[in-house]
């Protein structure tokens, strides 16, 4: 069974950056893909970005490239997301998430096939 605990997600100003993060425990991080995703008022859960096992293959989102990068650290069993030029659309619940199975760019998005969550971290980014 594997925990994850997000955290870094706050208050921003339009164009600022966050860093979020995610510990995980309980089980064999490196074998997990592990995926970012968010959920704002009143609109559906979506995928953000991804990575898989290795760090060696990561995939976003139309909505974040060039602004979000993924990235993890197998030492620390911990995922990041880096987001720079923030924007109020990016508002909302910020959810880590790990999957057993591997990713492509055709199964990344796919958020019932991540099997465990961490509890969300709220990014609010002000106009």
């Known amino acids: 069974q594997v925990q994850l605990v997000e955290s870094g997600g706050g208050l921003v100003q339009a164009g600022g950056s966050l860093r979020l993060s995610c510990a995980a425990s309980?089980?064999?991080?490196?074998?997990?893909?592990m995926g970012w995703f968010r959920r704002a008022p009143g609109k559906e859960r979506e995928v953000v970005a991804a990575?898989?096992?290795?760090?060696?293959?990561?995939y976003y989102a139309e909505f974040v490239k060039g602004r979000f990068t993924i990235s993890r650290d197998s030492a620390k069993n911990t995922v990041y997301l880096q987001m720079n030029s923030l924007k109020p659309e990016d508002t909302a619940v910020y959810y880590c998430?790990?999957?057993?199975?591997?990713?492509?760019?055709?199964?990344?998005?796919?958020?019932?096939?991540?099997?465990?969550w961490g509890q969300g971290t709220q990014v609010t980014v002000s106009s």
């Open positions: 998430a790990a999957r057993t199975l591997s990713i492509n760019s055709g199964t990344y998005y796919r958020d019932r096939e991540y099997d465990y």
């Open positions: 309980g089980g064999a991080f490196s074998s997990h893909a």
């Open positions: 990575i898989n096992w290795s760090g060696g293959s990561r």
